[in-house]
């Protein structure tokens, strides 16, 4: 086993990780460890924009209440007016950086719309491809600067008493290396990729999550998982149709041609993605019909959005008929590792930022193109805390901690279900609308008994495998905790909002989970 030494390790390649690096390594010795190359990130597939307070008629006020209607005032407020307010100088950083952001003749911002915003607040960059345009600007900015690992699988946190020392990376041939360092950074990414639909990139299966979960830090909003509405449906759901091309003008319709969203909210094909996808997802499975998107007086589409463009021919769609077939599928988790103002989370050392932290600003349902703005804006306070940091922290464990946590142990995986098992189960169950009887049977597929076993012996099929069937069992197991209907999480059972849900949060921790476990195998009502 090698073992690299850094001031600050960052498990991740998307927005996040690559802003805390570049504000990070003015002063300190980084290393960016990712699973694949790093241009595969959800970051770089983002179609959407960033939302900013930039026209002279907006304000963060508004940009902040459309934040927490989104959420369904699920949201951290204090965080929430955090984010908002720090919108224009996210823009105005990545400018400088050399992110070439669309503007008119006159240099002005071009300002786009988008679901659950009431006003043009959108930044965008080669129209649909701002996610692309960001990635490799803050690319060639750290390339020279940051040392990046590319191919290496993050398997465990070196953690111990409360406290991270490094991670466990394992590589393709099966190589472990020990990158130890003062501050570690989780930025990998969400867990979407646990259904089948899904518009995020190979590899979103909660990995970083579950890292930091077996390593005893808390997580919090588990049940909140957002489903885009508009994924392409063809022969293989094959990519995102941003939701800008509604705020260009397109309709949903059914397949009668009727628009499908009038009557249902104020902003109609703009209202907030968990609105319109449960409104497709009926149409879609309860009147056993098909739903488009009627792109018919967009404007200038294919210039407007030529990934889209681009998308549709791949998927053999003619754009002739000006309708795209579309269907809801998982996008983005609001729930992730709890982390505070400065990325910290509950284990010193460690930290969490982008879309695998959940710092409380979407709340129960993530506003459009808030994402992005997330990962930049808490990136940077994370940064930022580590090197206002004056005393720094000794590496104070011994070479036994290492062998203890490297020791392979006994690892049966006869109850560890394959990556298509997982998928359908939580697409049958745990999806856009839920209850106790599915999500029940959901939880028993998915018990696994001991969710803290040594993985480092294993293969990364093996280990990818557990920490799906880990998230999916932490996913649904939340779902069933929270009694009532909020944002994206919808019960069939439970279908209204509740008072005493308010501002209620749902706290996992592997130590009370295997408590709770051993007092259900005690009793013998573990199936």
Request: some cysteine; proline content about 2%.
């Amino acid at each position: 086993m090698d073992i690299v030494e850094a001031e600050v390790i960052i498990i991740g390649g998307g927005i996040a990780g690559l802003i805390a690096a570049e504000y990070l390594s003015m002063k300190k010795n980084v290393i960016v460890i990712t699973k694949f190359d790093i241009k595969h990130s959800n970051s770089y597939l983002a179609q959407g924009g960033i939302s900013a307070v930039i026209d002279k008629n907006d304000t963060w006020q508004e940009h902040y209440m459309d934040t927490l209607q989104a959420g369904h005032f699920h949201n951290d407020p204090e965080m929430t007016e955090f984010l908002v307010k720090e919108g224009s100088k996210v823009i105005d950083s990545l400018s400088c950086w050399g992110v070439p952001f669309d503007r008119n003749l006159n240099g002005q911002f071009l300002l786009g719309k988008e679901g659950g915003h009431h006003r043009n607040r959108i930044v965008h960059a080669g129209g649909d491809q701002t996610g692309k345009k960001i990635m490799e600007a803050l690319i060639r900015r750290i390339s020279d600067k940051v040392r990046i690992e590319t191919g290496q699988y993050a398997v465990e946190l070196l953690a111990a008493n409360g406290m991270c020392y490094g991670v466990y990376c394992k590589d393709n041939d099966g190589c472990v290396t020990l990158y130890k360092s003062t501050h570690t950074i989780l930025a990998g990414g969400g867990y979407a990729g646990i259904y089948s639909a899904t518009s995020n990139a190979n590899g979103s299966d909660g990995s970083a999550i579950c890292m930091a979960y077996r390593a005893g830090a808390e997580l919090a909003d588990l049940e909140f998982v957002q489903f885009h509405p508009t994924l392409l449906k063809s022969e293989k759901i094959s990519g995102l149709i941003t939701e800008a091309v509604r705020g260009e003008g397109g309709v949903l319709v059914n397949s009668n041609g009727s628009p499908i969203m009038d009557g249902e909210h104020p902003l109609k094909d703009l209202a907030p993605r968990d609105i319109v996808s449960r409104r497709i997802f009926d149409e879609i499975h309860n009147q056993r019909g098909s739903v488009f998107l009627n792109i018919k007086d967009v404007s200038d589409f294919e210039n407007k959005f030529p990934g889209v463009t681009i998308l549709c021919g791949n998927a053999g769609i003619s754009l002739d008929a000006g309708l795209i077939p579309v269907t809801p599928g998982a996008h983005f988790t609001m729930g992730g590792i709890k982390t505070d103002l400065f990325g910290r989370t509950s284990l010193e050392g460690l930290y969490a930022v982008g879309e695998c932290a959940n710092t409380g600003v979407h709340g129960a349902n993530r506003l459009a193109s808030n994402s992005l703005l997330e990962g930049a804006v808490f990136a940077k306070q994370t940064a930022q805390y580590i090197l206002s940091e004056k005393n720094e922290r000794i590496l104070s464990f011994s070479f036994s901690l290492i062998q203890e946590s490297y020791s392979a142990g006994n690892y049966s995986n006869d109850a560890l279900l394959e990556i298509n098992d997982i998928q359908e189960i939580m697409d049958k169950y745990a999806g856009i609308c839920r209850d106790e009887e599915g999500l029940k049977k959901a939880e028993n597929k998915f018990q696994l008994g001991n969710f803290n076993p040594a993985l480092l012996d294993q293969p990364i099929a093996l280990i990818k495998r557990f920490n799906m069937q880990t998230m999916a069992w932490l996913t649904v197991t939340s779902c069933l905790k929270r009694k009532e209907s909020r944002g994206s999480h919808f019960r069939r059972d439970f279908p209204f909002a509740l008072k005493e849900w308010e501002q209620k949060k749902i706290i996992r921790s592997v130590l009370r989970d295997e408590s709770f476990i051993a007092k259900k195998a005690a009793a013998g009502i573990l199936n």
